[in-house]
């Protein structure tokens, strides 16, 4: 059973930064496509970030695009998401999913997508 453990949250003031672990055990991280979601108050979950099994592919959601980066490192078994420049629309839930799929090239940023779950950490940017 693929377990993965989000850590990072908390509350930062806007244009702060902040960045997120994902710890992935049960299963060789390198056999794992990544990916961040949020949940925003009374809004759907969306994909922010992902990066592939291969580190040669990442994609980003337009809304973090430039302030987001998503990294990985198969040593330690962890994949971070580095939050620069915070507004307080970044406020919500961060979860991260793993996918996979063995079959695909590039990583997903949709939920149809992944096959286990963190239970997330919560981030509050707010005055």
């Known amino acids: 059973q693929l377990q993965l453990v989000e850590s990072g949250g908390g509350l930062v003031q806007p244009g702060e930064s902040l960045r997120l672990s994902c710890v992935v055990s049960g299963s060789a991280l390198s056999r794992n496509s990544i990916s961040w979601f949020r949940k925003a108050p009374e809004k759907e979950r969306e994909g922010i970030a992902c990066i592939h099994r291969s580190g040669g592919n990442t994609d980003y959601v337009d809304s973090v695009k430039g302030r987001f980066t998503i990294s990985r490192d198969n040593a330690k078994n962890t994949v971070y998401l580095q939050m620069n420049s915070l507004k307080p629309e970044d406020t919500a839930i961060y979860y991260c999913?793993?996918?996979?799929?063995?079959?695909?090239?590039?990583?997903?940023?949709?939920?149809?997508?992944?096959?286990?779950w963190g239970k997330g950490t919560l981030v509050t940017v707010s005055s």
């Open positions: 999913a793993a996918d996979q799929s063995w079959y695909n090239s590039r990583c997903r940023l949709a939920e149809s997508g992944m096959d286990y």
